[in-house]
Nanobody, 113 residues
Framework: QAQLEESGGGLVQPGGSLRLSCVVN????????MAWYRQAPGKERVLVAR???????YYLDSVKGRFTISRDNDKYTVYLQMNTLKPDDTGVYYC???????WGQGTQVTVSS
């Protein structure tokens, strides 16, 4: 089983919404802080949101009020609800644990009209 499996990306118009999902190996998920990262074309990967247990620890300033991170412990899944999407949100989105484990393939989000 892959340790991290992201899904839910796609092409969406500005102002639209997407919900990303990340299924996590159960041995990693139970005791881990989980996070979503974004890598825009030609840029470094950046932290977007982080959750410890059910406590949200961090949102990137540019996504505050638009994105929501959550987790379902029964499904070993972490989510990123993204609303009011903007072209600057475009990139490959990855989830990971803290401490980091090998990266998954990510899921592409493209916001464009």
């Amino acid at each position: 089983q892959a340790q991290l499996e992201e899904s839910g990306g796609g092409l969406v118009q500005p102002g639209g919404s997407l919900r990303l999902s990340c299924v996590v190996n159960r041995n990693i998920f139970r005791s881990s802080t989980m996070a979503w990262y974004r890598q825009a074309p030609g840029k470094e990967r950046v932290l977007v949101a982080r959750i410890a247990g059910f406590n949200v620890l961090y949102y990137l300033d540019s996504v505050k009020g638009r994105f929501t991170i959550s987790r379902d412990n029964d499904k070993y899944t972490v989510y990123l609800q993204m609303n009011t999407l903007k072209p600057d949100d475009t990139g490959v989105y990855y989830c990971n644990a803290d401490p980091l484990v090998p990266w998954g393939q990510g899921t592409q989000v493209t916001v464009s009209s």
